[in-house]
């Protein structure tokens, strides 16, 4: 049985922690807030992308001329994946999610006798499937130093990734990261970014519509100026998905914690008010029975 | 007073302008254009340069945009900026910067195709900065 002391010690430490896990909660919802909002304003960017791209590929028609980026090497050896996490811990299970979706996939990739490389961008993803895939791993994107992420930072990932899809290290290029549904639900997500899959972009109903377009310069170079962009852009939004679902998980996850720690509190409070009482009520006994005695 | 049209300017990572306005000069791929109500649907790549959007009450707006392209219908443009800001909020050290990177590219390139683009990008940005700087 802990004396009283080491209760009331054991008391103040788990009070302690729930101040810090509560001030961490109230810190991710600050942050989620503001990263919401950087999602929210990327939002009209890639939709007008998606839109701009449906209509200049109906134009092309997919025709000959349309960039290897788009049509893809014509084989499907050799997959590039791109598994965006977290720079940091204690969001629950949210960086472990997406690296068991990416876990799934390589496994399901070498079952059927691909290859398989690996970018990491986000220190945890490195950690969980460095265990694994270690010889796998091509590259890491470290992001620790960003305060905000800016399109920079997702435009040079896109330009990696570019970067080695024209030296041929790859055929197929899959991004992983985690949609942010709600604080509560993420969901982890596979996308196909190289070769861009048309049914990513969803179908397009611009206010163009079927307008006959002028292009200047030529549908094929504006095409080969676009799909690096958005890539990019692709990229791009994944990140702030990402940046958004860390800290509705951060945020949900010390929700818990510190009502555990409340629960914790409550409990060893009893047991310490408990024993105070017996320990009195012990006293109380010595003195009367001493008193009676004389 | 000429007709007013619908004129958006999106960035990444934000919408900079959403408004209705009376002109608005692009700097295409292939040149300057005005781009007024009513215009022939158009998509064009712009290169880094000023655009200048003329709202319909008449006041002048002046942004700075480095890459992207133009999206031209008759009911309204839309301008996909790879990254803008008003001129008046231009940061001339990171202007500074990415000439000096254009310079080094540049000096890197390996092959001549890749040297030329390197140039032109170059000499747009630098045309940009001498267009801006009296402002």
């Known amino acids: 049985m802990p004396s009283l002391k080491d209760l009331r010690n054991r008391i103040a430490s788990v009070k302690a922690t729930q101040k810090i896990t509560k001030a961490m909660q109230m810190v991710a919802a600050a942050k989620l807030r503001r990263a919401q909002e950087a999602a929210e304003a990327a939002r009209p960017y890639s939709e007008r992308m998606g839109s701009v791209l449906a209509n200049i590929t109906q134009a092309v028609g997919g025709g000959g001329d349309a960039p290897a980026l788009m049509t893809g090497t014509g084989k499907d050896d050799v997959h590039l994946l791109v598994v965006c996490t977290a720079e940091r811990g204690l969001c629950g299970g949210f960086n472990s999610q997406i690296a068991r979706h990416a876990r799934d996939h390589i496994r399901r990739l070498l079952a059927d006798g691909k290859q398989v490389k690996i970018i990491c961008v986000g220190k945890k993803g490195f950690d969980i499937l460095r265990r694994d895939y270690a010889s796998m791993i091509i590259d890491r994107v470290d992001l620790r130093e960003v305060k905000t992420l800016g399109f920079v930072n997702a435009d040079a990932i896109a330009r990696k990734v570019i970067h080695l899809f024209n030296e041929g290290a790859f055929d197929v290029c899959t991004l992983f990261y985690s949609q942010f549904k709600s604080v509560i639900s993420q969901i982890p997500t596979a996308q196909q970014i190289i070769p861009a899959g048309l049914a990513s972009t969803p179908a397009a109903a611009t206010d163009g519509g079927n307008a006959v377009y002028e292009y200047e310069p030529e549908p094929g170079e504006i095409l080969s100026d676009l799909i690096p962009r958005n890539i990019a852009v692709q990229v791009f939004r994944a990140l702030l998905e990402n940046a958004a679902g860390e800290m509705g998980a951060k945020m949900s996850a010390m929700d818990n914690a510190t009502r555990n720690a409340g629960e914790m509190i409550n409990k060893l409070s009893i047991t310490y008010n408990r024993q105070r009482q017996a320990q009195i009520t012990k006293e109380l006994i010595e003195i009367i029975s001493g008193a009676e005695a004389l | ?135």
């Open chain 2, 1 to 135: 007073m000429a007709e007013a049209f619908k004129f958006e300017l999106v960035s990444p990572e934000r919408l900079l302008v959403s408004a209705e306005v009376e002109s608005v000069v692009i700097p295409g791929a292939e040149g300057e254009m005005t781009v007024m109500a009513h215009h022939a649907p158009v998509m064009t790549t712009i290169k880094p340069g000023v655009v200048t959007v003329k709202s319909a009450s008449g006041s002048e707006e002046r942004y700075v945009v480095f890459g992207g392209f133009a999206d031209i219908v008759p009911a309204g443009c839309t301008l996909l900026a790879e990254s803008a800001v008003a001129v008046k909020d231009l940061d001339r050290a990171d202007l500074a910067r990415r000439i000096q990177e254009a310079r080094e590219d540049a000096n890197d390139a390996k092959d001549d195709q890749v040297r030329s683009k390197a140039e032109q990008f170059l000499s747009q940005l630098t045309t940009l900065e001498g267009a801006i700087l009296p402002a």
